[in-house]
């Protein structure tokens, strides 16, 4: 996906978000983030679009100076009004920042704008998710987005990943609508390969969509999985993204 693809992405999830959330029980629980309420995800998803704004539009990371609007106190519509501001803000903080901005990043990208425009399009994706599952079944991610949100998962949260302790055992990922396909290892560079994916000791077969929620750790339709099941369980072991940026409570994206 291109920037502008992934700011017209963007605007759509943060826009169901905000949807979702105008509906939903915001005391309700989330599925895919046990300690959370729906609530929850909503001041924290708009504490994070403030702090990414804030960061193509500074340069700056200090986390001594993430935004004071943290939307705190704020509950049922006006914290749902007070998302869609900060989500408005970050949409036209990207979309008129120049190419070349300056800011920090912490994933491989080909820019720092390319880098948040796609890291915003998949936090508040999966969160919509969340805000989603808190009231219901979860809407299917657009395909293209959903293999982007997976690449981005895989070659760069996963590859990060500490190599310390026993090798990871491989995983393959096999979208059934889409001729990609990854053999991955957490703490090392993924394959991007559908063949030598399917060759993994445990292989996951479903829609794009599914395979980019259940990775998430979320809850996701049918996975046809073949292999050892030992390999899922040790992927939710490794794969817990730990936000240290801001929120109401520390993140498990």
Not at 26 to 43: F, I, K, L, S, T
Not at 64 to 87: C, N, Q, S
Not at 239 to 246: A, E, M, S
């Amino acid at each position: 996906m291109e920037i502008a693809e992934h700011l017209t992405a963007l605007k759509n999830e943060g826009s169901l978000l905000a949807a979702t959330a105008e509906r939903v029980d915001h005391e309700a629980p989330v599925p895919g983030c046990p300690a959370w309420q729906v609530g929850d995800v909503v001041r924290h998803t708009g504490l994070v679009h403030r702090w990414a704004a804030a960061a193509v539009r500074d340069g700056g990371r200090d986390h001594a100076r993430y935004p004071d609007d943290d939307g705190a106190g704020l509950t049922g519509a006006e914290l749902v009004e007070w998302f869609r501001i900060g989500h408005a803000t970050l949409l036209d903080t990207l979309s008129s920042a120049a190419p070349d901005v300056s800011a920090f990043t912490f994933l491989p990208a080909p820019s720092p704008l390319a880098f948040w425009a796609r890291r915003q399009t998949h936090e508040t994706g999966i969160h919509r998710a969340d805000v989603e599952s808190g009231g219901g079944a979860i809407t299917p991610f657009d395909r293209a987005e959903a293999l982007d949100g997976i690449d981005e998962l895989v070659g760069g949260f996963a590859a990060r990943r500490s190599k310390d302790g026993e090798p990871a055992p491989p995983l393959g990922v096999v979208p059934t609508d889409s001729d990609r396909g990854w053999l991955v290892r957490p703490g090392a560079e993924p394959v991007r390969d559908a063949a030598a994916a399917a060759g993994a000791d445990l292989v996951l077969r479903g829609t794009a969509s599914d395979l980019h929620l259940l990775l998430w750790n979320r809850p996701a339709g049918e996975i046809e999985t073949t292999g050892d099941p030992a390999v899922l369980a040790d992927w939710r072991k490794r794969i817990r993204v730990r936000w240290g940026g801001p929120g109401p409570r520390r993140s498990r994206t």
